[in-house]
C-alpha cells in the first residue's frame, strides 16, 4: 500500500526565515510525486512534479528534491503570501493517474 | 478555459436525502476523479474514471455513486445522506501526470 507522510503539521516562520517542509513516502515503483499548494477554501493548485531521485524543480521561492525515501520542500526567505498547506502526493507505476496524498503542512508566514 | 467546474460550491442535507455533485472539465482529459477531504486525514479517493463509460472504486467508495457517459462530465451521487459523509469533496482530471482540481464543494449532512 503506498503511503505517504509529511512533516510538520504546521509550520510558523518569519518573513525571510528560510526552512523545509518533509514528505516520505513508500511506494510500490514511483512514476512522480508531487507538490500542490492550497490555499483556505480553494482546491490544490499544482507546483511540481518529481520523477526521479537527484531531481530538483524550483520556482520563485520554492525548491523541490527527491531522494528514494522522501521529498524536501525548501522555502527560501519566504513571504505573508506563501501562506497556504503544501500537499505531497505520490503516483505509482502501477496505479494509472491515482494520487496517494499526506495529510499536508499548514504554512504561515508572518510579517 | 475554465478547467475544472464543480457546482455547488455549499450545500446543507439532511440525514437520508439525496443529491448530485456536479463535475465538468473542457480539458478534454480522460482520468477523472472524485477526493474527499476531511481535517487529519488528506485527500481521499472515491471513484475515478479513466474515459467515458468507464468507472472504478477508490479507496472509500461506499456510500457514493458515479457515472460518466461523456468525456467533460463526471457527477457524483449521494443517495442516502449521512453525517459520515460531511467533507469537502473536490473534483479532477488529469493528463500525462499532470492533475488539475476543481475550487471543491463544501458539504454538511445535518
Known amino acids: 500500500e503506498d503511503q505517504v507522510t509529511q512533516s510538520p503539521e504546521a509550520l510558523r516562520l518569519q518573513e525571510g526565515e528560510s526552512s523545509s517542509l518533509n514528505c516520505s513516502y513508500t511506494?510500490?515503483?514511483?512514476?512522480?510525486l508531487f507538490w500542490y499548494r492550497q490555499d483556505p477554501g480553494k482546491g490544490p493548485e499544482f507546483l511540481f512534479t518529481?520523477?526521479?531521485a537527484g531531481e530538483e524543480k524550483e520556482k520563485e521561492r520554492l525548491k523541490a528534491t527527491l531522494t528514494k525515501k522522501e521529498s524536501f520542500l525548501h522555502i527560501t526567505a519566504p513571504k505573508p503570501e506563501d501562506s497556504a498547506t503544501y500537499l505531497c502526493?505520490?503516483?505509482?507505476?502501477?496505479?494509472?493517474?491515482?494520487?496517494?496524498f499526506g495529510e499536508g503542512t499548514q504554512l504561515t508566514v508572518n510579517p | 478555459n475554465a478547467g475544472v467546474t464543480q457546482t455547488p460550491k455549499f450545500q446543507v442535507l439532511k440525514t437520508g436525502q439525496s443529491m448530485t455533485l456536479q463535475c465538468a472539465q473542457d480539458?478534454?482529459?480522460?482520468?477523472m476523479s472524485w477526493y474527499r477531504q476531511d481535517p487529519g486525514m488528506g485527500l481521499r479517493l472515491i471513484h475515478y474514471?479513466?474515459?467515458?463509460?468507464?468507472?472504478d472504486q477508490g479507496e472509500v467508495p461506499n456510500g457514493y455513486n458515479v457515472s460518466r457517459s461523456t468525456t467533460e462530465d463526471f457527477p457524483l451521487r449521494l443517495l442516502s445522506a449521512a453525517p459520515s459523509q460531511t467533507s469537502v469533496y473536490f473534483c479532477?482530471?488529469?493528463?500525462?501526470?499532470?492533475?488539475?482540481f476543481g475550487q471543491g464543494t463544501r458539504l454538511t449532512v445535518v
Open positions: 518529481l520523477y526521479s
Open positions: 502526493a505520490v503516483q505509482a507505476e502501477t496505479s494509472g493517474s491515482r494520487l496517494t
Open positions: 474514471s479513466v474515459g467515458a463509460g468507464i468507472t
Open positions: 511506494v510500490s515503483g514511483l512514476r512522480g
Open positions: 479532477a482530471s488529469s493528463r500525462g501526470g499532470h492533475t488539475f
Open positions: 480539458m478534454n482529459h480522460e482520468y
